[in-house]
């Protein structure tokens, strides 16, 4: 019985990864064969999706296993080619169950133009997220590319691939994918908020209050390990220094330090002056604030 209740056991994993996978193609955040599943069986076992299948109309019995080195050791079907990235992911975060890797658009428009996510902007991004990093870029599929990641995953679990898309660790598949949902949804807020006009930021007390409710809810925040006191909430990444050498710099969105400088500075009447000027001098000003934020930098 026991033997039985395992197989069911990893059949009802198999069937949840394919309905997730369903759900990242629905989604648009994979297009064709992109993207790739992966769940940890045990110490050294995991479950993952097949190369070249789409994520969509996977089959159960499609999925294969690995060990933590990548060898694949059943399904019919070859593993997915960049599996080395979620076992690196895995080997370095015991806690880590599963792994959701695609390229959900929006997001991936951050990763394009290595521009670091706006804090301090929605409380749900905050509780849920927090700190996203940015890695290096990489030829994916070795395990080069794999270890761009390690620096980073010790402190988050939805990490961005620079010019190339998203992976997001969790303790089950869904945990892991709806982290992809929200980074998601989260980027195209922003993206559609930009083109309103100047993204809007609250507090670092506010963001303080906030990350302070993430342990009632079972969520780990790095920034209340190190002391919040101690961390600019609203500003610079706390990926920014002393993970990697790679430094991604805000140039699309004011960071929220800045914005003050900004609003202040376009604080002043319009005088009868075309709109198209006011834009102008708006535009002006805030290109003037960003190059000298990035020569402070």
């Not at 927090?130 to 402190?155: C, L, M, N, R, S």
């Not at 930021?201 to 780990?220: C, H, N, W």
Request: with cysteine.
């Amino acid at each position: 019985m026991a033997g039985n209740s395992s197989v069911m056991s990893e059949w009802k994993l198999r069937e949840e990864m394919c309905e997730v996978g369903r759900r990242v193609y629905a989604k648009g955040f994979a297009a064709a064969n992109d993207g790739n599943i992966s769940y940890r069986l045990s110490e050294d076992r995991v479950l993952c999706t097949p190369t070249r299948v789409s994520k969509g109309f996977m089959k159960p019995d499609d999925l294969c296993i690995v060990d933590m080195d990548g060898k694949q050791v059943s399904g019919k079907r070859n593993r997915s080619s960049e599996i080395l990235l979620h076992l690196t992911i895995m080997k370095h975060r015991p806690d880590v169950k599963s792994c959701v890797h695609c390229h959900p658009p929006h997001a991936t428009a951050f990763a394009v133009t290595h521009e670091p996510i706006p804090k301090c902007t929605m409380p749900e991004f905050e509780v849920f997220l927090g700190e996203v990093a940015i890695t290096p870029y990489e030829t994916p599929g070795g395990q080069a590319f794999a270890d761009t990641v390690i620096p980073y995953v010790k402190d988050t679990d939805t990490i961005i691939l620079a010019n190339h898309g998203t992976i997001t660790a969790g303790t089950d598949l869904m945990d892991a994918y709806f982290k992809t949902e929200i980074i998601d949804a989260y980027c195209r807020i922003l993206i559609l908020a930009k083109q309103i006009g100047n993204v809007n930021y609250y507090s670092d007390s506010k963001a303080a209050e906030l990350i302070k409710l993430k342990p009632k809810l079972g969520i780990r925040d790095v920034r209340l390990e190190k002391g919040l006191e101690n961390c600019d909430l609203c500003g610079n990444s706390l990926f920014r220094e002393g993970y990697s050498e790679f430094k991604p710099e805000s140039r699309a969105f004011i960071p929220a330090k800045y914005q003050q400088e900004v609003e202040e500075a376009c604080a002043c009447p319009t005088n009868g002056q075309p709109k198209g000027d006011i834009d102008s001098l708006v535009k002006t000003i805030t290109d003037q604030v960003m190059a000298a934020m990035n020569g402070k930098n």
